[in-house]
């Protein structure tokens, strides 16, 4: 159903009368005949992360405060997240003599050594600042020298769940470090307002994983119209069987795929006219961001985009417009290039 001709008339048709390169939608399963076997197979290295927002004492006054502010929040959300977030928060409101720490859901990978793992940073960049603080560090000016050392040694209590919904990390004793962080903070960068081409952290994990094969980065430069896959946790959504492709379940990794657009086409989307100059909020890098076209959802970030060949050409970070919607032809997807991310930890690592 999902490569019948009929819907793949659809597809170009679209991509034609709105005049703009289109990617087809969906969440499909790894077993789909549309995933390339060394994909598949790569993904049993992508990993589900549940990550550490805040923690806090219940029966203090900033516990007190903060579980006021999540509760009048969790109002507000739509009804995926609030099954997320409001079991949590009422798991610390029935247990106020226990630490409580909230968690949000990404998406990360294992390259290269079992114990290295790779994420967005904004998937864990509030529990950094705030451990900072306590810590009295103030990274609002950038990270010094001094300063990077002490948050490398903040234990992250993250969660690695398996493509099974196995858990495989994050019982007690196990945690996650700071490895590296983009040199940019080092230079002034307000740490927390990054922009894509630095959302990105690797971090070292306490053990290295049992049975994971990591994967392997391809630094080659990727061209313009070469298909990509981006394979990881995406949030669950209900509008793409009604054109006849998967959702995603909320649960599942799943990967779709896309072309690889030009820089320039990139920004067009993200409604930037690049000049060639500095833009407010953002920081322009060729060399560094990779941008294509494919179907993506909260619970990406932090996942691989991988070639036919399974290989880490980037990692992704970000799309625009920030919606979900369906049939959306300006959607573009931004991560960071593998190239960029070997060479920069590479060198600092020396």
């Not at 077993?31 to 049993?44: G, Y």
């Not at 053990?207 to 990881?232: A, E, Y």
Request: hydrophobic fraction near 35%; glycine fraction near 6%; charge should be negative.
């Amino acid at each position: 159903m999902f490569n019948s001709p009929a819907f793949r008339l659809l597809v170009l048709w679209i991509g034609i009368s709105h005049a703009t390169v289109w990617a087809e939608p969906g969440f499909y399963p790894l077993t789909d005949a549309s995933i390339p076997a060394a994909v598949q197979q790569s993904a049993r290295a992508v990993f589900r992360i549940k990550f550490p927002l805040v923690s806090f004492d219940p029966k203090s006054e900033r516990g007190r405060q903060i579980l006021a502010t999540l509760s009048d929040a969790v109002s507000s959300y739509d009804p995926y997240e609030q099954s997320l977030m409001k079991p949590q928060v009422d798991s610390c409101i029935a247990n106020p003599n226990q630490i409580c720490t909230i968690y949000d859901r990404g998406s990360a990978f294992i390259v290269e050594q079992r114990d290295t793992l790779w994420t967005a940073l904004h998937n864990t960049d509030i529990f950094i600042t705030t451990s900072a603080r306590t810590l009295n560090l103030n990274l609002d000016d950038g990270i010094n020298e001094e300063e990077m050392s002490r948050i490398k040694e903040i234990p992250i209590p993250i969660q690695l769940f398996n493509q099974a919904g196995q858990k495989i990390f994050g019982e007690s004793g196990d945690y996650a470090q700071v490895e590296y962080l983009d040199p940019i903070f080092q230079k002034g960068i307000p740490f927390g307002q990054e922009s894509n081409f630095m959302d990105y952290v690797m971090l070292k994990l306490s053990r290295p994983l049992r049975d994971v094969t990591p994967l392997s980065f391809n630094t080659s430069n990727v061209s313009v119209g070469s298909q990509v896959f981006l394979v990881g946790f995406p949030r669950k959504t209900e509008d793409r069987v009604s054109v006849g492709v998967p959702d995603s379940d909320g649960e599942s990794s799943r990967a779709s795929f896309g072309p690889v657009i030009s820089f320039d086409e990139g920004y067009r989307r993200w409604g930037l006219s690049f000049t060639g100059q500095s833009l407010p909020m953002r920081m322009l890098s060729q060399e560094s961001e990779l941008h294509f076209t494919a179907d993506c959802a909260p619970g990406n970030s932090g996942g691989p985009v991988m070639d036919s060949n399974g290989r880490v050409v980037g990692l992704f970070n970000s799309s625009t417009p920030k919606d979900t919607h369906l049939l959306n032809d300006q959607r573009s997807c931004f991560a960071v290039r593998a190239n960029y991310l070997k060479n920069h930890t590479e060198l600092s690592i020396q």
